[in-house]
Nanobody
Framework: QVQVLESGGGLVQAGGSLRLSCAAS????????MGWYRQAPGQQRELIAAITRDGSTAYADSVKGRFTISRDIAKNTVNLQMNSLKPEDTAVYYC?????????????WGLGTQVTVSS
C-alpha cells in the first residue's frame, strides 16, 4: 500500500503562480511514475504532467511551457510548479503514484487539492 498526500492548492488570480506538492509513503520502494491529474466540474479527469523514475517528463499541451513537474526520489515527493495560471486551470488536482511490483501495476491517488484561478 502507498499513501498519497497533496498540498498547496488555493485561490489565485489569473497570471499568478501556485506550487503543489505530493508526498508518498508506505510501500514506496516500487514507485515508478508520479504524476498530476486534474478534474474540472463536469469533465473527466485528465493527466497534465508526469515524471518517471529516471526523470523523464511529459505534459499535456494545455499546460506545456507554464507548468513544471519535479521529483525528489529520496524524499518520495513530486511537485508541480504552476505559472501563468488561467481561469481554465481551475480544477481539483490529484497526485498519482504508479507502482510496479513483481510485474503488477497499481495506481494510488491522493484526495485532491482545489485550485481556483479567478479572472
Amino acid at each position: 500500500q502507498v499513501q498519497v498526500l497533496e498540498s498547496g492548492g488555493g485561490l489565485v488570480q489569473a497570471g499568478g503562480s501556485l506550487r503543489l506538492s505530493c508526498a508518498a509513503s508506505g510501500n514506496i520502494f516500487s514507485i515508478n511514475t508520479m504524476g498530476w491529474y486534474r478534474q474540472a466540474p463536469g469533465q473527466q479527469r485528465e493527466l497534465i504532467a508526469a515524471i518517471t523514475r529516471d526523470g523523464s517528463t511529459a505534459y499535456a499541451d494545455s499546460v506545456k511551457g507554464r507548468f513544471t513537474i519535479s521529483r525528489d526520489i529520496a524524499k518520495n515527493t513530486v511537485n508541480l510548479q504552476m505559472n501563468s495560471l488561467k481561469p481554465e486551470d481551475t480544477a481539483v488536482y490529484y497526485c498519482n503514484v504508479h507502482v510496479v511490483l513483481f510485474g503488477q501495476s497499481s495506481d494510488y491517488w491522493g484526495l485532491g487539492t482545489q485550485v481556483t484561478v479567478s479572472s
